[in-house]
């Protein structure tokens, strides 16, 4: 009998040996969050910066691809997907992260054509779809810093998506009006809205510190801090507005350089790298759950009875996100 009890003992041991080891090896390798880039690149230069920063926190995120669209700044959809190339190779990853172009167009005027082979937007589309599919382990993660409209798009395609992945929004100044994302493609704001996806809106309010337009850098800040940083490519890469760089910090200097209007004199919001920030650490935001409301005649319209229910964030943390966005280039 006590051979038997000190047997015993001795599996138990053994067996809880083996848990505690599969736990650590399980917290020392976390799972990367999936994440699919759907930005308008070409326009001003948070979108730039938002790449650059996700592609260099490869520990954290797993970039299944980037889709682009076209907005009012920045040109047609080339132009974004030249951008969006061009910040992939200053980040030392050519050829690595593949890029899709999204609709130049609205929604309003696509939509009724995603049952075709080849509509506008329906290279973006048809790779949100399909990878989508794919078997994981986390949620895959539509991180939206342009207008909605590819996202929109991809789920007239497929209502079924919405089960399949979760979107985070750059946009709104909810609650109040405007700003630049939604206006660009409200109908695709509000066909999201009516779905039942996952959905957190990441707010933007201009002039407010409340929202990511409080996590604002100045020009001499980005002078000081960013020349040389990043991976330093061997292949030079043209920069939009000329010149030539061998890595992303020299060209973050040139893109401050060339904006054309700073807020206050000299500061510049980087708006949708504070989206990318917070997916990485919700901490560094506030998160509130609301009945989803609705945008009509340039006003949002609360709906208290809605059953559906979304996220909006604000209250960003600008010193964390910062300090963490330039210690990701070191």
């Not at 047997?7 to 999936?34: A, H």
């Not at 939509?111 to 779809?129: K, L, P, Q, R, Y």
């Not at 539509?142 to 007239?156: C, D, H, M, P, S």
Request: overall charge negative.
């Amino acid at each position: 009998m006590i051979f038997r009890n000190l047997m015993l003992v001795l599996t138990c041991i053994t067996v809880l040996s083996g848990c505690k080891n599969q736990s650590e090896q399980k917290g020392s390798s976390p799972s990367r969050i999936p994440v699919i880039f759907d930005t308008d690149t070409n326009n001003e230069l948070d979108d730039q910066h938002a790449l650059a920063y996700l592609l260099m926190n490869d520990s954290i995120f797993e970039v299944e691809g980037v889709t682009v669209n076209a907005t009012w700044g920045g040109g047609d959809i080339d132009k974004h997907y030249e951008e969006a190339v061009r910040v992939i190779d200053l980040c030392g990853l050519k050829g690595e992260v593949a890029v899709f172009k999204g609709a130049n167009g609205k929604f309003p005027e696509i939509a009724e054509h995603t049952g075709d082979m080849v509509f506008d937007g329906s290279e973006a589309v048809d790779f949100i779809i399909k990878e989508s599919l794919k078997e994981r382990e986390d949620t895959l993660i539509l991180l939206a810093v342009g207008k909605l409209t590819n996202v929109a798009l991809a789920l007239k395609k497929d209502p079924s998506l919405s089960s399949r992945v979760q979107v985070v929004w750059l946009g709104s100044n909810y609650p109040d009006p405007g700003e630049y994302n939604l206006e660009n493609d409200t109908a695709s704001l509000n066909y999201v809205l009516g779905t039942d996806v996952p959905f957190e809106m990441v707010t933007v309010r201009y002039g407010k510190s409340s929202g990511t337009a409080a996590v604002k850098v100045s020009v001499n800040e980005i002078r000081e801090r960013m020349p040389g940083l990043g991976p330093v490519v061997k292949e030079p890469v043209t920069g939009r507005h000329g010149g030539s760089f061998t890595n992303f910090g020299d060209y973050s200097v040139s893109l401050f350089e060339h904006i054309d209007q700073l807020e206050e004199g000299e500061y510049r919001s980087l708006f949708d790298m504070a989206a990318v920030a917070i997916v990485k650490d919700p901490s560094w935001a506030s998160a509130t759950m609301i009945p989803s409301p609705v945008y009509m005649n340039g006003r949002w319209v609360e709906q208290p009875e809605n059953r559906r229910k979304i996220t909006i964030r604000e209250n960003f943390d600008r010193d964390l996100i910062m300090a963490d966005f330039f210690s990701s280039f070191k």
